[in-house]
């Protein structure tokens, strides 16, 4: 099993990005799967999850602005950012039901 995650980067406030969650070993679709964040010197956040029926759900502070998905045909996982807020810049981690992890990727909301 193995998870890597991209497309973090720099982005401006009001901004967006899309992460991606590549996962090979295992099929995405048939486990629940989980975005989270770590933000520095704070304790790391599930941001947004789905289940392997397709029920999302997502932390408060990211509902309306974030959605988590996944491709069934190429197998990754995303997480689609929208309104970005300096608040929401961590280093992102995909997992399959917290038992593994990518390294993450990071992002930063700043003007």
């Known amino acids: 099993v193995q998870l890597v995650e991209s497309g973090g980067g720099l982005v401006q406030p009001g901004g967006s990005l899309r992460l991606s969650c590549a996962a090979s070993?295992?099929?995405?679709?048939?486990?629940?799967m989980i975005w989270h964040r770590q933000a520095p010197g704070k304790v790391r956040e599930l941001v947004a999850s789905?289940?392997?029926?397709?029920?999302?759900n997502y932390a408060d502070s990211v509902g309306g602005r974030f959605t988590i998905s996944r491709d069934n045909a190429k197998n990754p996982l995303y997480l689609q950012m929208s309104s970005l807020k300096p608040e929401d810049t961590a280093v992102y981690y995909c997992?399959?039901?917290?038992?593994?992890w990518g390294q993450g990727t990071q992002v930063t909301v700043s003007s």
């Open positions: 997992s399959r039901a917290v038992c593994y």
């Open positions: 789905i289940t392997f029926g397709g029920k999302v």
């Open positions: 070993g295992f099929t995405v679709s048939s486990y629940f």
